[in-house]
């Protein structure tokens, strides 16, 4: 089964990955099929180490798998030449890591103009959505601080800043709150939940908070190379018992239904 379907926002289909490791292929995961719903927020969870920043990497167009295909609508970009794929990352994607990934010598202004001007977004225009997303963000008064001089709540604020300010469909999240404390966290995902309504955006997140991850609209946990979803599941073992495949097996060998 191939391409796109009416009303999906991502489409994974038959997703390998794997790494040369001395004389033999370390397998991520092997076939794997995912969907992800126009509107829709996912959460992905699982073990450290089982390929869910891999995954996110390869959603995004940051890296390229093994085999299989990738869809953002009607586009497999897998086909795109290297300069159409930044262009459509920077048009197309927003971006937030755990770590904020600021560039502190510049300020929290500039770091949002930054994927705008990059596209050639005049520079008057750029400065005035880059001030209006950080307004959104709660931070319009610390436009003019560097990055340096801000907390790292602040900081992450100004990373969703930076990830909206080129109007992307989806939004990729890998631990965003992941260097941060209860309350900081709490806060910061409850941004993304209002930016995710007020933006209309597809969102999709990696988090080990299994309470984060029971807010989405689907909970996956990614397993020994499986998809598992998990929604509607209880997480209470999830974070030590992932070996314990629970929930809706997808069957991904030999190009199962898609999760």
Same mark, same amino acid.
């Given at each position: ?6 009303? =999906?926002?991502?489409? /994974? ?40 920043? =891999?995954? #996110? ?10 085999? %299989?295909?990738?869809y ?27 770590? @904020?990934?600021l ?9 949002v ?6 596209r ?5 225009? @750029? ?26 709540g ?10 909206? /300010?080129?109007?992307?469909?989806? #939004? ?11 309350? =900081?966290?709490?806060?910061?995902m %409850? ?10 955006l ?10 984060? /991850?029971?807010?989405a ?13 998990m ?26 239904p898609?999760?």
């Amino acid at each position: 089964m191939t391409g796109s379907v009416a009303g =999906t926002a991502i489409r /994974a289909v038959d997703l390998t990955k794997a790494y040369r490791s001395g004389r033999t292929d370390l397998v991520v995961f092997d076939r794997l099929c995912l969907d992800v719903r126009a509107g829709e927020r996912v959460s992905i969870i699982g073990e450290s180490g089982a390929g869910k920043s =891999t995954l #996110l990497h390869l959603l995004g167009g940051l890296d390229t798998p093994t085999s %299989g295909e990738i869809y953002f609508g009607q586009n497999e970009i897998g086909r795109f030449r290297s300069e159409e794929l930044a262009e459509f990352r920077n048009r197309e994607v927003g971006f937030v890591w755990q770590m @904020a990934s600021l560039l502190v010598e510049f300020t929290a202004l500039e770091n949002v103009m930054m994927p705008l001007l990059i596209r050639n977004v005049p520079s008057g225009q @750029a400065r005035a959505v880059s001030q209006a997303r950080l307004d959104e963000v709660g931070l319009g008064n610390r436009a003019a601080h560097r990055a340096g001089e801000l907390s790292g709540g602040e900081q992450q604020r100004v990373v969703l800043a930076r990830a909206l /300010a080129g109007d992307p469909k989806v #939004l990729l999240a890998d631990e965003p709150t992941g260097n941060l404390d209860p309350r =900081t966290g709490e806060m910061i995902m %409850g941004l993304m939940e209002d930016l995710h309504r007020s933006h209309g955006l597809t969102t999709v997140y990696v988090t080990h908070n299994l309470s984060f /991850a029971g807010r989405a609209d689907r909970v996956l946990l990614l397993d020994r190379g499986r998809l598992v979803d998990m929604t509607g599941s209880s997480l209470s073992t999830a974070s030590s018992g992932q070996n314990q495949s629970r929930g809706r097996e997808p069957g991904i060998s030999g190009g199962g239904p898609y999760v």
